[in-house]
């Protein structure tokens, strides 16, 4: 596996490549196969040499490569080794940058991004997506919203598959009711508690659900906002929060993955109201979980969620709509029960053993798609008896999103990253 990730100087010293092997590190964060980490702190252009030559030096021993998202460095790397490459897409990459780097307004959406005309600079940045993806063997998405718009860069549409996120339920085994989870976090047994688990980007909504908090608390004064996560809003939200009366809206930056369990077994609703989503971990694992949903009607969100049965669905940026909605989660228990019920026996059959094996599947396809080409000629054989019976190689390649000992991505757990 090889990522980017800034490491202690003391793990990091005395690696003259530049880059931190993980397979001494502590027990808390190992792996059951090396890391390498590929130092953010580093300027671009050096992280992306040193990246390409990462996967250059472990890709030489693999047998496919893996890439997830950002996939220019091993595109490059793979121009010398010529191995079957699938890559797995989530996001926009242009688009995350251009609004990361204020090329564009912080709140355009995707589909506004997608179609208009834009500067040499954002261009370049689309260009540079469309050509390594149209590289890949194989492209993987998560949802046929995703799918959708990675066609629309050019890739041919039979080289697209998509292969669904999966979670198990966060709060398994922890052994907590409501009752006993907000005793632990100092939650009023009393309070109509709405969570919200985001990275802080103009893009999230998190604005939308603090201003529906205002009108929701004229029917339910006893109703309170925990923002779970970080990032380049928070100072506005605060600012916009501080309209509120003291602790209605509170927010604990980002936080570990078994401790937002806890705020989830305590809340009342989940809201996810983004005005993008791919295919949403954090609301895959309320619903997993038991958590009656609010989300907006886009993107992935609408191939999880069905208005009435099991969850709500409000249109982004609609403040009215929102407060209507959580209102009627936080009036109508049964009703939010029977949504709850149902979105979790949903997810019951949508494993993460289903996705891997779905996955796996994939590589193995690339490889006998090679074959059969006369490339990568090797392991034709092997391919054939199946991936897992035979050993079968791959360097993973996971560049921009990694996020630490829990091995979660921004956006897809419940680690207050996204």
């Known amino acids: 596996m090889i ?3 800034d490491a202690p100087a003391s793990r ?5 490549s530049g880059a931190e092997h993980r397979a001494n590190a502590p027990a808390a964060c190992r792996y059951p196969y090396q890391v390498t980490r590929i130092p953010r702190t580093r300027p671009a252009a050096s992280r992306l040499a040193l990246f390409a030559r990462e996967v250059l030096r472990a890709g030489r021993a693999a047998d496919l490569l893996f890439v997830s998202d950002y996939g220019l460095p091993a595109t490059v790397a793979n121009l010398a080794l010529c191995k079957p490459l699938v890559m797995k897409i989530v996001g926009d990459f242009a688009w995350e940058y251009a609004v990361r780097h204020r090329l564009v307004p912080p709140d355009e959406p995707l589909e506004h991004f997608q179609r208009r005309r834009h500067g040499p600079r954002v261009r370049a940045l689309q260009r540079m997506q469309a050509g390594y993806a149209r590289r890949a063997d194989l492209i993987v998405t998560p949802s046929r919203y995703v799918a959708a718009y990675v066609v629309g860069w050019g890739v041919p549409p039979e080289r697209v598959r998509v292969v669904q996120n999966a979670v198990t339920d966060p709060t398994a085994g922890l052994g907590l009711d409501s009752r006993t989870a907000r005793a632990e976090l100092g939650i009023d047994l009393a309070a109509d508690v709405v969570l919200v688990v ?3 980007t103009a893009w999230k909504g998190v604005d939308t659900l603090i201003s529906a908090l205002r009108g929701l608390r004229a029917q339910r004064p006893n109703a309170l906002l925990l923002v779970i996560g970080d990032g380049p809003d928070r100072l506005r939200l605060e600012a916009l929060a501080g309209a509120l009366p003291p602790g209605t809206v509170r927010f604990f930056g980002e936080m570990a993955h ?5 705020y989830l077994i305590a809340a009342d609703v989940l809201a996810l109201c983004s005005g993008y989503e791919g295919l949403s971990h954090v609301l895959l694992e309320a619903m997993t979980s038991g958590v009656p949903v609010v989300a907006s009607a886009v993107g992935g969100n609408l191939e999880l969620v069905r208005d009435g049965a099991n969850g709500l669905l409000v ?7 929102t407060r209507a909605a959580l209102l009627r989660l936080l009036e109508d228990r049964p009703f939010a029960t029977r949504l709850a019920a149902a979105a979790r026996t949903e997810r019951r059959d949508r494993t993460v053993e289903r996705m891997v094996d779905e996955t796996l599947g994939l590589f193995e396809a690339a490889l006998v798609a090679r074959a059969g080409r006369g490339e990568h000629g090797r392991r034709a054989g092997a391919t054939r008896l199946g991936w897992r019976e035979t050993g079968g190689l791959a360097c993973g390649v996971a560049p921009p999103r990694s996020t630490g000992c ?3 991505r921004d956006d897809e757990r419940l680690v207050g990253r996204g």
Do not use: H, K, M, N
Request: glycine share 16%; aromatic share 8%; charged share 20%.
């Open 315 to 321: 249109p982004f940026g609609d403040i009215a709509a």
């Open 406 to 408: 829990a091995g979660a």
């Open 258 to 262: 078994e401790r937002v369990a806890r």
């Open 198 to 200: 985001a990275r802080l």
């Open 12 to 16: 990091s010293a005395g690696i003259p």
């Open 3 to 5: 990522t980017y990730g």
